[in-house]
């Protein structure tokens, strides 16, 4: 909504001036002075020849001289133009409360300045536009979104201050929690209450937020930046396997994104330690790249690997850290009962890297394997998966299979129990040869996996499965082993190792297969539920009475809250990189801190969008103030009235000015 | 000889015109001898030329001398003097008040009644508007020219020019040739003017054309806005005086070159006659 409003409206009584061109026309018309004349045939000649080009120029004499009067009482009278219905002549107290965007794609670089910078300048803007008395607060948002005051206050020379001292952070922002905090602000505040958002509406943050404001508070909304900017970022680093053995090769995985519209390429460094790898990353436009890179896990000892890109204009996402934990011995927890678990666990502990234990679900084991599944615990497994975890099932029999089917991410056809069959003639198997569980047995030297006969097994449907790999089948088709697709990884075992049901077990490629199992059947990635970002706290557990420190990647030593079970908690961790806790120099671990990959993605919304919100404007100098007090418009006027003067001289000089009447006989 | 003062023939100016004399260069047709070549060759003491004796020819014509000396018959012709006549034209529509121009044309025609008449040549004065007002036939004595002068003071500006008609209406009212003036401001279609002047041409008449133009007239009074009024039509035009100044003067100019242009095709003389010049200098076209 716009208005215009005046500083002297009284002088707009004489508005009607305006009209005085015409009457001086008018009336200048039917009085000029008479003078005889011989004989009057030549002047009507000529001037009939031009009295239609002249009228226009005379019409536009008129028009320029009314315009003239009608700018020179506007400009005395001093309008001024004002967006959203605010009128800054208004009287009576003012609340403003500035929700300042502190997040990490408020540091991108723009002409010499960060985003943040120029938030900042324009917040200390509006604050100057506000007279004494007024009340004001600042509220940053980022990870934790805190105000500077409890409630606005009137000194605004420390939130002047505090805006010189402030920085942007690399954090990423709950922007609808900072809205709800900030209108929490302005709620028992008396007089006119204003929130400004200064930001750079980073799509990705403010995309979803629903702006739904008390009818008191006026909403604006100032945007910094420009939407053309472009970014490359590294926004994952995962290895396959997640917990690689000892001695063991696995694969480094990053994720190079392009957040322009230009295909880029890249390399992409990887610090390992004494390895350092690189590879050249080719990102499609608003896409992504993933070089990968093969390493070998060469002892225990863990490692913090570094992924990098080279500087752009963006820095903070050009870097990623992993931690590497190689473990000497895979963990698998075998729950359940039943002749297969025993053969499990009696497989599994013939192999000396792998500790196979008879326990529930356990979160920390690699692979947790579940014998006979009656369907309890469901829930518990969902989890294990949902956080990347490996889990084998072997459904008993009974059970229904959309209970299967859900724990796979899959909907199955109807509601039907799983009946165990018994197979005349035995029936074999059929291997994907082309599955890397298979890799081993190419040579036969570890038997062959297909070998063995099976006379019982439940009669599970493929159909009921339909995005999950058939690895193991019977010959007949019925599915044997199945992997399921999610975050974490799924098998499920239809090879029943009971002596009435086959002898499969007793094959000499049982337990190099279990082996396999275990080793190449685990999930690729690892859970990244360890990894913090920005504004996040570190905790971990200690013995008590250790003298634990947590250093900052710049070696800050921060301050850590323990409790009585020995469990120290960081304060916000506002670094990038890797933490690390040590005792007396000894490192005892580390806690890395990456860029929230939400913040890499720059593009903001379109003004249109921030049109509809509320008023909006776009950062430059004294844009708040022209929306909060409007502009005055005494300049326009004068420049106006002097281009009328102007082009009124030039029309004068340019044309020949008659009118003429003839005014018959 | 005029006795008593006039208006427009002051004794002064009679002194001045005391060297000019009404020459018109033309031949004449007249009845009584003057001082004008006639068309009539005969008796005459002027020799103009010889001629080859024809059958018919008085005898007594006869060179003799050259008879001696060619052994051919030649006749000898002589030029005929006679007294002519001068038609003088004045418009006197509402146009010729403005600006004293009638009074101008006045003094003008005055001198030229006066110096015909001083050689005894007939003058005769004819006063328009759009038609003939006052027609005097044509006389040399001093009453004549007293009246023509009279007639003069009493004329008065009124009525719209209408030239053309006028010397359509004058036509049968010459009855022997002789020279014309006209003297009028010409406000009227220059091609009409001269389909009128046709007849007179045709018959031999010696036109001179004197147009008076006021310095106003010719550079267009007034400043800014200005309603002019016409002194013939009483018809009002309102314009800016400045803006349409230029162009007026290249109107009239054209009127101007059109009418000197038809002149000169037509053998006539055609004068433009300022009234802040004297009427003196007009008599270059008509005295020797």
């Known amino acids: 909504m716009m208005g215009v409003w005046f500083h002297t409206p009284a002088l707009l009584t004489l508005l009607p001036l305006a009209a005085l061109p015409l009457l001086l026309h008018l009336l200048a018309r039917k009085r000029p002075p008479r003078l005889e004349f011989s004989d009057t045939k030549f002047l009507l000649q000529v001037a009939k020849a031009r009295v239609r080009l002249k009228r226009p120029h005379d019409l536009l004499l008129l028009l320029l001289r009314t315009f003239l009067y009608l700018a020179a009482i506007l400009l005395f009278a001093r309008p001024v133009w004002s967006w959203g219905g605010f009128h800054g002549a208004a009287g009576g107290r003012s609340n403003l409360v500035l929700l300042l965007d502190a997040t990490a794609s408020m540091g991108y670089m723009e002409g010499g300045q960060t985003r943040f910078a120029a938030a900042c300048a324009e917040a200390a803007e509006t604050l100057s536009s506000l007279k004494s008395g007024d009340r004001a607060n600042i509220l940053w948002l980022r990870a934790n979104p805190e105000a500077v005051y409890p409630e606005p206050g009137v000194n605004l020379n420390y939130l002047r201050e505090r805006l010189r001292q402030a920085k942007v952070t690399v954090e990423a922002g709950d922007a609808q929690d900072g809205l709800k905090r900030a209108l929490a602000q302005l709620e028992n505040c008396e007089g006119r209450k204003t929130l400004c958002v200064i930001s750079d509406f980073q799509r990705s943050q403010w995309g979803e937020v629903v702006w739904k404001t008390p009818r008191d508070v006026e909403l604006m909304t100032l945007k910094v930046g420009e939407s053309e900017a472009s970014n490359l970022a590294l926004s994952d680093l995962a290895f396959d396997p997640a917990s690689p053995l000892a001695g063991e090769e696995f694969t480094a995985l990053a994720r190079l994104d392009d957040f322009s519209d230009a295909a880029r390429s890249c390399q992409v460094y990887l610090n390992a330690g004494e390895l350092r790898a690189q590879k050249l990353a080719n990102a499609p436009a608003w896409g992504s790249a993933s070089p990968a890179f093969r390493l070998k896990a060469k002892n225990k000892q863990q490692a913090a690997l570094e992924l990098s890109i080279p500087e752009d204009a963006f820095p903070p996402d050009n870097r990623r850290w992993k931690e590497l934990a190689p473990v000497d011995s895979l963990r698998v927890s075998v729950w359940g009962d039943g002749p297969t678990a025993k053969l499990w666990l009696r497989a599994w502990g013939t192999l000396g890297w792998l500790r196979a234990v008879q326990s529930a679900p356990d979160q920390d084991a690699d692979l947790v394997a579940v014998a006979n599944w009656d369907g309890s615990g469901a829930p518990a497994l969902a989890k294990l998966l949902e956080s990347g975890k490996t889990v084998l099932i072997q459904p008993a029999p009974g059970l229904d299979v959309q209970t299967l089917a859900t724990l796979a991410h899959e909907r199955a056809a109807a509601a039907k129990p799983l009946d165990k069959e018994r197979l005349s003639p035995p029936m074999r198997l059929t291997i994907d040869r082309g599955h890397r569980l298979f890799e081993l047995f190419k040579t036969g030297q570890f038997g062959d996996p297909a070998a063995g006969n099976f006379t019982g097994r439940l009669r599970l449907d493929s159909a009921d499965f339909p995005a999950a790999r058939q690895v193991i089948s019977y010959s007949d088709g019925v599915p044997a082993l199945l992997e399921c697709p999610g975050p974490g990884r799924l098998w499920i075992w239809n090879l029943s190792l009971a002596p009435e049901d086959g002898d499969w077990a007793k094959r000499p490629c049982f337990v190099p297969f279990m082996g396999e199992l275990a080793l190449r059947g685990r999930a690729q990635k690892a859970s990244t539920a360890a990894e913090l970002t920005p504004g996040a706290r570190a905790s971990r557990s200690f013995e008590p009475g250790l003298k634990v420190k947590l250093r900052s990647p710049s070696g800050r030593e921060l301050p850590l809250a323990g409790t009585d079970t020995g469990k120290l908690s960081s304060g916000p961790l506002s670094e990038l990189g890797v933490h690390e806790w040590s005792v007396d120099g000894k490192t005892l671990g580390w806690t890395l801190v990456n860029f929230p990959s939400v913040e890499s993605d720059l593009r903001q919304l379109p003004n249109a969008v921030l049109k509809n919100i509320g008023v909006m404007a776009k950062a430059g100098t004294g844009a708040f103030r022209e929306l909060r007090e409007g502009v005055e418009t005494w300049p326009w006027l004068l420049s106006l009235a002097l281009l009328a003067l102007a082009l009124e001289g030039v029309v004068m000089l340019a044309s020949e000015r008659p009118t003429v009447k003839e005014e018959g006989a | ?288």
């Open chain 2, 1 to 288: 000889m005029s006795q008593g003062r006039h208006k427009f023939l002051r004794p002064e100016d009679i002194r001045k015109l005391s060297g000019f004399e009404f020459a018109p260069r033309h031949i004449v047709e007249g009845y009584l001898a003057g001082r004008h070549l006639s068309r009539a060759r005969g008796l005459s003491t002027e020799f103009r030329d010889y001629r080859q004796y024809a059958p018919g020819d008085d005898p007594a014509a006869l060179d003799w001398k050259v008879f001696a000396r060619t052994d051919r018959h030649y006749v000898r012709s002589y030029e005929q003097e006679t007294n002519t006549a001068c038609y003088l034209f004045l418009d006197s529509s509402a146009s010729m008040g403005y600006r004293g121009k009638l009074d101008y044309a006045s003094f003008f025609a005055a001198a030229i009644c006066y110096l015909v008449a001083r050689r005894g040549d007939l003058v005769s004065l004819h006063l328009f508007d759009a038609t003939v007002r006052k027609h005097f036939p044509p006389g040399s004595t001093h009453a004549h020219l007293d009246n023509l002068l009279n007639a003069l003071e009493r004329n008065r500006p009124g009525g719209q020019t209408n030239l053309s008609e006028a010397l359509r209406r004058s036509l049968p009212l010459l009855k022997r040739r002789g020279s014309m003036v006209v003297v009028s401001d010409f406000f009227d279609d220059p091609a009409a003017i001269f389909d009128a002047l046709g007849p007179y041409l045709h018959r031999g008449f010696k036109v001179h054309l004197f147009h008076i133009l006021s310095p106003e007239e010719l550079e267009l009074p007034g400043e800014g806005l200005a309603e002019y009024v016409d002194l013939e039509s009483s018809r009002r035009v309102v314009v800016h005086a400045e803006s349409v100044r230029k162009p007026y003067q290249a109107a009239l100019q054209a009127h101007i070159d059109g009418l000197r242009r038809l002149a000169a095709r037509r053998g006539v003389d055609y004068s433009l006659a300022r009234t802040d010049t004297h009427y003196f200098q007009l008599f270059d076209h008509l005295v020797k």
